[in-house]
């Protein structure tokens, strides 16, 4: 695969994580209301549909969308030895992450509470996957900088 296929693809990916994000939300079409039970809520003069459990989908992925781009943008100034340890990096780190979020749950408690929400664990999450690709990124272009041409 061509190198410059393989760095635009994270945003091809990052885009598609953020818009089933958005769809997941349960906020996606004013004045829709889902084959399931769900809380309504009324805003701004519109009606929308809050399914709970599809709520906790969402807005994680919304986050690993955002967090995706961000990965990508950094992945621009990325040489190929670089993105090939990025990508082996994010074979092992991904499915790990996907795993702790789905086994995170929040309890419902007082106003204040000490289980994060699944948005947040994906954020915190997040933060050391950016810290990794950058990292690997200057890491690498490091490397390269300081070997000798042959």
């Known amino acids: ?36 039970n769900c809380r ?25 969308g955002e967090i995706l781009a961000i990965a990508g943008l950094m992945l621009l100034f990325a040489n190929k030895e670089g993105l090939r340890k990025w990508q082996w990096m994010s074979l092992v780190y991904i499915p790990i992450s996907i795993f702790i979020v789905a086994h995170t749950h929040q309890t419902p408690g007082d106003w204040i509470s000490f289980s994060p929400s699944p948005e947040h664990v994906t954020w915190l999450l997040g933060y050391f996957y950016l810290l990794l690709t950058v990292a690997i990124v200057t890491g690498t272009r490091y490397v390269a900088s300081r070997s000798p041409a042959i």
Do not use: E
């Not at 309504?40 to 690993?64: E, H, K, R, W």
């Open 1 to 36: 695969m061509k190198y410059w296929i393989q760095k635009s693809s994270i945003f091809i990916f990052s885009a598609a994580t953020y818009l089933l994000g958005q769809y997941f939300r349960g906020y996606w079409w004013p004045n829709f209301t889902w084959p399931f």
């Open 40 to 64: 309504q809520i009324i805003f701004g003069g519109m009606s929308y549909c809050d399914a709970v459990y599809m709520n906790t989908l969402g807005f994680p992925l919304i986050a690993a």
